[in-house]
């Protein structure tokens, strides 16, 4: 079993910035790959980013050039840095660990972007 629990959503104005970690503890085994998604009411569940074990990484279109991903494996956490917020931005960002198969998820984190 593997336990994910992302922390650093909150509430940020328009052009701002916020960092998002993802924290793994449990039965981590490699390599893996991470991925964030973020979750509207209402709206489909959008792929935000992933990044590899070999740190290979892939981002939505939506958030291209502005949002970076990356990985401290001596830590076992996974960051989304996110900047140039937009009010389209706000959601609820989960993170997951996908091994062929399997699929661990976060409880998510509230991110609000709002003047």
């Known amino acids: 079993q593997v336990q994910l629990v992302e922390c650093g959503g909150g509430l940020v104005q328009p052009g701002g910035s916020l960092r998002l970690s993802c924290a793994a503890s449990?039965?981590?085994?490699?390599?893996?790959?991470v991925v964030w998604y973020r979750q509207t009411p209402g709206k489909q569940r959008e792929l935000v980013a992933s990044?590899?074990?070999?740190?290979?990484?892939n981002y939505g279109d939506s958030v291209k050039d502005r949002f970076t991903i990356s990985r401290d494996n001596a830590k076992n956490t996974v960051y989304l840095q996110m900047n140039s917020l937009k009010p389209e931005d706000t959601a609820v960002y989960l993170c997951?660990?996908?091994?062929?198969?399997?699929?661990?998820w976060g409880q998510g984190t509230q991110v609000t972007v709002s003047s």
């Open positions: 997951s660990m996908r091994r062929p198969g399997f699929a661990y």
């Open positions: 449990g039965n981590i085994v490699s390599p893996n790959t």
């Open positions: 990044i590899s074990g070999t740190s290979s990484t």
